[in-house]
């Protein structure tokens, strides 16, 4: 309905949109829904209960109506009861008197009405209420309840307090207040907290009280007892006389400075008399006022602040580790590990004499010769720690797989296994259950999930995302896992600095290869899955793979207990035994062959200062190596955390 010629509007029961403009003087109305003002009407009363909208079907449309009333220059008297999903009056320059008695699921807003005397909340409830720049409004009283946005289950009260120039009291008994603010209120001497005992939920509360009229008469700096204490630290006593009221708000300014997230600055705005009685002879200052919300003098109350963040604690000092790959190809060649003129491998059972080691394809082999006992025993005696492991130079191959129509199927793969019924020939059809006549092959928008580690890629051939595909062969699909996956996850991708693999296609075998080449890099989960896309035309069921093996296929299993990224060289690392000079530095290696030199993995990672390596080259170190470090004095922050309060005080 839209109202301009009618002085008076009177509604009963009607829940729809509602429309006021031009001559309109007074809006009554028991089921409000939906309100426009336009800017000029002339109205000077709106009396009107919201309720849901009985064709509202989004969660947002059930919250009752958004009632915002601006810049109406004759509106004198708004009272706005049932609920609303927020209420605004701002700038309107003739309003005198606002009730405001709403469940209200957001804020409400009163600002900037020059000529409003008298505002009520009681029975009202409202995640925020906001009251600011009102110059006539002498006395507040907010007795509303904190509610919870209408979406979420959390009460933050938010209150926010500024800018009235004439007002001399306010009065709050809503607790549960996380965000406080009652500042610029020149002429605000008086306040009453009563019944405001404790923060928000989320327990981050910000509270700022200063600018105010908020005069002590005296202030006691009292004997701390045998120990002086520091100003505004625990224990400080002292004692405080004042008409303002800001006793009341004791309590919930204890529990703001209880809660290590909290942030605040409450201040006196003037201090008439304040006495130090801690020394030989009392001293007295007079009219002292509040000078910044930074301050931390006579004024204070209470101010919290957190540190800038950007100090570093001490750090121990780390001791070496090497790390070296074995590469078990090179059969049958020789290699020695020496520090200076010592041999560090020893012969047989006698770890007096050092030797070379021989090279074994067998990975258990070589293991049990390089962790005997007389190894270990020699490179201790060395004060060396060594280990060794079957985690090198690890990778993942995946091989996809098509079943065409018209004939079964003796291809084995992790989803289809030669024989089972969905890939066996329908008698009289000619169709297998995965190669129907409605449903066959792969569309552009059929979706492929590629998972490598904690890196994971949904795409489909045709989009953008992989590369924007013309056909769906097995290359293509290939190709556009792996465009996908070096969007994301390649150099400049949005998550290359948490990338584990760097991915090839050639005609639909997906050869992984793990960045880190030790032991991070070895049994990373692999994983594939397909589904249907919008296009019912297809949906990507004839698709089948197989996750495991080399590059041939050699060793790959239809089961998923191979589905990781499988190692085929030994990883040895050497470590400077606890309380042992470091000597890792000297170590080197002796070879019969040059190509069997042992790889060393090194790292740039730092625990103890900055890295300038980007996430993405860091990505692809290993974490086996570490770097030696000293030990490194702690930094403090640029700027410190301030606490200081004198609560107990009021």
Do not use: C
């Not at 031009?22 to 109205?43: F, I, Q, R």
């Not at 019944?195 to 509270?207: L, M, N, P, Q, R």
């Not at 960045?515 to 089948?544: C, M, P, R, Y």
């Amino acid at each position: 309905l839209d109202f301009t010629d009618v002085k008076t509007v009177s509604l009963t029961d009607y829940k729809g949109a509602v429309t006021i403009g031009g001559d309109v003087v007074s809006l009554t109305s028991n089921s409000l829904v939906s309100l426009s003002v336009d800017a000029l009407t002339k109205v000077e009363t709106i009396d009107v209960t919201g309720v849901v909208d009985p064709d509202a079907t989004a969660a947002a449309d059930k919250l009752g109506p958004a009632i915002s009333l601006s810049s109406l220059g004759d509106l004198e008297t708004v009272k706005i009861a049932g609920i609303a999903s927020s209420v605004t009056l701002s700038t309107n320059n003739n309003l005198t008197s606002a009730t405001i008695s709403a469940d209200v699921s957001g804020a409400i807003q009163v600002d900037n009405n020059s000529d409003l005397t008298t505002l009520a909340v009681t029975g009202a409830t409202a995640s925020a209420l906001d009251i600011d720049t009102n110059a006539d409004l002498t006395a507040v009283t907010v007795d509303l309840t904190w509610g919870n946005s209408g979406t979420g289950t959390t009460v933050d009260g938010d209150l926010d307090v500024t800018g009235n120039l004439s007002l001399e009291s306010l009065t709050v008994s809503s607790n549960n207040l996380e965000n406080l603010e009652v500042t610029g209120n020149t002429s605000l001497a008086t306040v009453d907290f009563t019944g405001v005992t404790a923060i928000g939920a989320t327990g981050t509360a910000v509270v700022n009280v200063y600018s105010n009229d908020l005069t002590a008469t005296k202030l006691t700096d009292k004997t701390d007892g045998t120990t002086d204490v520091a100003d505004g630290k625990s224990g400080d006593l002292g004692s405080v006389t004042s008409t303002s009221g800001v006793s009341t708000m004791k309590d919930y300014l204890t529990a703001v400075a209880a809660d290590a997230d909290s942030a605040a600055a409450v201040y006196w705005d003037k201090v008439e008399s304040f006495l130090d009685t801690e020394g030989t002879t009392d001293s007295e200052t007079t009219d002292i006022s509040y000078s910044s919300a930074t301050a931390q003098d006579a004024t204070t109350i209470l101010l919290l602040t957190a540190a800038s963040g950007d100090g570093t604690p001490a750090g121990s000092a780390i001791a070496a580790k090497r790390a070296f790959i074995i590469d078990l190809s090179d059969a049958a060649a020789t290699i020695g590990l020496e520090s200076g003129v010592n041999d560090l491998f020893a012969t047989g059972t006698d770890a007096t004499t050092g030797v070379s080691e021989t090279i074994n394809s067998n990975s258990s082999f070589m293991l049990a010769s390089l962790q005997n006992a007389a190894n270990v025993a020699r490179f201790a005696a060395y004060g060396v720690d060594i280990t060794s492991s079957f985690v090198a130079n690890s990778s993942a191959v995946v091989s996809l797989i098509t079943h065409m129509t018209g004939s079964a199927s003796t291809i084995s793969g992790e989803r289809y296994v030669s024989g089972e019924g969905a890939i066996t020939t329908n008698v009289g059809g000619g169709k297998t259950a995965v190669t129907t006549a409605t449903n066959y092959g792969v569309g552009l928008d059929d979706l492929f999930t590629f998972s490598v580690g904690g890196n994971s890629v949904t795409v489909s051939p045709g989009g953008a995302y992989g590369g924007s595909q013309t056909v769906t062969t097995m290359t293509a699909i290939g190709n556009a896992i792996l465009n996908a996956y070096g969007v994301k996850y390649g150099k400049g991708g949005t998550a290359s600095g948490s990338a584990v693999a760097t991915l090839t296609n050639a005609a639909g075998i997906i050869d992984v290869v793990a960045f880190d080449k030790g032991t991070a890099g070895n049994g990373l989960d692999v994983s594939l899955s397909v589904a249907a896309g919008t296009v019912t035309a297809t949906n990507a069921k004839n698709i089948n793979w197989i996750i495991g093996g080399t590059l041939d296929q050699t060793a790959a299993t239809v089961a998923s207990s191979d589905n990781k990224t499988a190692a085929v060289d030994v990883l040895l690392t050497a470590t400077v035994a606890s309380g042992a000079t470091d000597i890792t530095s000297t170590l080197s290696f002796t070879t019969s062959t040059i190509a069997s030199v042992p790889e060393e993995l090194t790292t740039t990672r730092r625990s103890n200062s900055a890295v300038a390596t980007d996430a993405y080259a860091l990505a692809q170190e290993s974490a086996d190596p570490i770097a030696a470090e000293g030990a490194t004095a702690a930094v403090a922050d640029t700027t410190a955390a301030v606490s200081f309060s004198r609560v107990a005080w009021l």
